[in-house]
């Protein structure tokens, strides 16, 4: 698969919208510039990059979410990827990063504002498989400017 990063988003004081970036450091433990405030349920080693896809997210669109780049936690928003193939231990790699999936990245009411009626769950892996978004480790550090 073949596919493009169409966004990369950090949060320096934690938590969401996460703001757009051109490029990003990514370590084995997490996004140089990114912060988590919940550090139980976000970040660390195994869950070092949270990806989205833009098909997932035009989707939700689709459907009336006011959901965008960066509002629901994403360090990578990915394009061209079928995301419905992805599943735990894929790995993605760039030039000069590389990424193994880790676990799906169960919503939390703190993207609620992303979604009508503050209905979050829209992005559950249990509840719609494959409409959500994924954690990664980090198998190769380095540099990613897509641009």
């Not at 894929?90 to 009411?109: N, Q, S, W, Y």
Request: charged share 20%; with cysteine.
């Amino acid at each position: 698969m073949t596919g493009s990063v169409e966004g990369l988003f950090v949060s320096p004081q934690g938590g969401v919208p996460k703001g757009m970036v051109e490029s990003l450091q990514i370590t084995t433990n997490g996004c140089i510039g990114d912060r988590q405030n919940d550090l139980k349920h976000h970040g660390g080693p195994t869950r070092a990059v949270c990806l989205m896809s833009t098909d997932v997210m035009e989707r939700l669109q689709a459907e009336g979410h006011p959901i965008a780049g960066g509002t629901t936690g994403e360090n990578l928003l990915i394009r061209g990827i079928v995301w419905n193939e992805l599943d735990i231990g894929t790995i993605l790699k760039t030039e000069h990063v590389k990424l193994r999936i880790t676990g799906d990245a169960p919503p939390c009411k703190t993207i609620k504002a992303s979604f009508v009626q503050e209905n979050f769950m829209a992005l559950s892996h249990k509840k719609t498989p494959q409409q959500t978004r994924w954690y990664a480790e980090v198998l190769q550090e380095g540099m990613y400017a897509p641009w």
